[in-house]
């Protein structure tokens, strides 16, 4: 600043000083201030007026600036006694800190020999905003950790001094963390500090950014980018996404074959994340028997043989363990109906009253009573039974679903078929259909039905006269197609109404029809 009757330097026109005589040396020591970052030449305080020093004897006197080190910062004009900024001024540069910067100016005139001593005082300027050792800083914070839990942060620093210097912190707005400033003597040092409990499973990382704001007008600022990372605890126990499955399996399944997946969320990470699965402990044995759970992989699959006729529906109780310390446990059920696949055949029960059948019996007759069940369930199980073969018999349906009788559909005569092989077929209705069958033997039993015959009628033969009396002169034989008793012959001569005197001389066995005559014939 250049010194006019507007200038904005303070000078501080009045001697702190003391006047020392020594032969002709004179001392004497003002004041100045002047601000940081003025331009070369900017006048700081004319010493020669201040000082009362004739201004038109400085060029003789050699009226100059001889203090140490800071001497190239400032010089004095001979001609107006001005002292002006002879170079760059930056207070940060030559004083740190936050106190008052004072450089020592050492004035010197000759004839007669007079030092004075000038204290300029360097004012800040907001020339500097305010900075962190680093861009980023990172924290790692524990889920459970209770609000309230203090962590300092990185503290600014800016260079500028008094109201210029940093004044506050600020941070991003969010509902976990504010920021508390504690005042100790190097300053304010921020912490970030926890108000609210955290929430891996909702958010695992919060990114802030801590500002530092000084005092200037206008104010100067430095970010911070603050990186939370949270660390998970075991909070969360694993679940499933229903309390109950229900799936349906085919009996036929192979073993080996994979049934289900259960699969379990666990929202904690790590171990505290890692789950396995296991069977209830009080399940029925045959589900153990059954059914295998892969604990890692959560897969189902078939050990034993799966049979609809068995048992139609398995339940099974599913745990599910994260691998946390202490560890958290969830749990679901699943229910696994069967679904029947035709693979049982028609079963036939035969109910027999007798395994022969008069030959004279009516039409009608029951000889044996039929029962047919299937293990299958549904169009699986339900049956068509007929008779497949040609024979005088029939099933009638009874009043009882899948019972039968066998019954007479026309005459039998043993003496055309004497037995007949009743073949019967049971059918389901399944895809495709399982058939079954069964051989009834019916023997036909005897009546007396048939009269006995001769091989011809009437009989002739002829006898020689002068024959032994006693003797066989002839045999007859006939036949009965009846059979056993009914076809045991007895034969007789009939003797009544005869008008053949032969006839009484004449016998004949009655077992085998040898005929003898009683007397000798002429």
């Known amino acids: 600043m250049m010194e006019t009757p507007t200038s904005h330097y303070s000078r501080f026109a009045f001697y702190l000083a003391l006047m020392l005589f020594s032969g002709r040396e004179a001392l004497a020591q003002i004041r100045y201030s002047v601000a940081e970052e003025v331009d070369d030449g900017t ?9 009362g020093l004739d201004v038109t004897s400085l060029g003789d006197r050699r009226f100059r600036v001889v203090s140490g080190s800071e001497d190239s910062i400032f010089e004095v004009n001979q001609n107006s006694g001005a002292l002006y900024v002879s170079n760059h001024i930056d207070r940060e540069e030559l004083c740190q800190g936050s106190g008052a910067c004072r450089m020592e100016v050492k004035i010197l005139v000759e004839n007669p020999l007079e030092i004075h001593y000038i204290i300029v005082e360097i004012t800040d300027i907001n020339d500097n905003s ?9 924290f790692e914070i524990a889920e459970q950790t209770l609000p309230g839990k203090r962590f300092q942060l990185h503290t600014a620093r800016d260079p500028d001094a008094g109201l210029n210097s940093i004044r506050t912190y600020t941070i991003t707005s969010n509902e976990h963390f504010e920021v508390n400033i504690r005042q100790s003597d190097a300053g304010k040092v921020p912490f970030l500090v926890l108000k609210k409990s955290l929430d891996r499973e909702q958010n695992n990382e919060h990114k802030l950014v801590m500002t530092a704001v000084d005092g200037g007008k206008p104010p100067r600022s430095g970010t911070l980018n603050v990186t939370i990372t949270v660390l998970d605890s075991n909070d969360n126990r694993p679940i499933f996404s229903q309390e109950i499955y229900h799936l349906s399996i085919k009996e036929n399944i192979p073993v ?4 289900f997946r259960m699969n379990a969320t666990d929202y904690d990470e790590g171990t505290n994340g890692e789950v396995e699965y296991t069977l209830g402990k009080t399940l029925w044995q045959k589900v153990y028997d059954i059914f295998e759970l892969d604990k890692i992989s959560g897969e189902i699959t078939v050990k034993g043989v799966v049979d609809y006729e068995e048992n139609n529906v398995y339940e099974l109780d599913v745990e599910v363990s994260d691998k946390g310390t202490p560890p958290l446990m969830g749990e679901c059920r699943l229910i696994i109906k069967v679904l029947d696949v035709n693979d049982n055949p028609p079963e036939i029960e035969v109910t027999s009253l007798s395994n022969t059948v008069p030959e004279d019996s009516k039409l009608g007759t029951v000889i044996s009573l039929l029962s047919v069940k299937d293990k299958d369930f549904g169009v699986n199980g339900k049956i068509i039974s007929s008779i497949i073969n040609e024979v005088p018999f029939e099933l009638k349906p009874s009043y009882k679903e899948n019972t039968y009788s066998v019954v007479t559909k026309d005459v039998l005569d043993r003496e055309v078929v004497s037995h007949y092989e009743i073949t019967i077929k049971a059918t389901d209705c399944g895809e495709p259909p399982l058939s079954t069958f069964k051989t009834l033997r019916i023997e036909i039993s005897d009546v007396n039905d048939n009269s006995p015959h001769f091989k011809q009628n009437p009989l002739e033969f002829y006898l020689v006269e002068n024959n032994a009396a006693g003797k066989s002169i002839f045999s007859v034989s006939a036949s009965d197609n ?19 005197d032969v006839m009484p001389s004449l016998n004949i066995n009655s077992d085998n029809g040898q005929i003898t005559a009683l007397k000798s014939f002429d």
């Open 482 to 500: 009846d059979l056993n008793d009914n076809a045991a012959i007895s034969y007789h001569i009939m003797r009544e109404g005869s008008q053949n």
């Open 130 to 138: 305010p900075s962190f050792p680093a861009r980023e800083q990172t």
């Open 43 to 51: 006048v700081v305080g004319n010493v020669a007026k201040d000082l």
């Open 256 to 259: 080996g074959a994979s049934v």
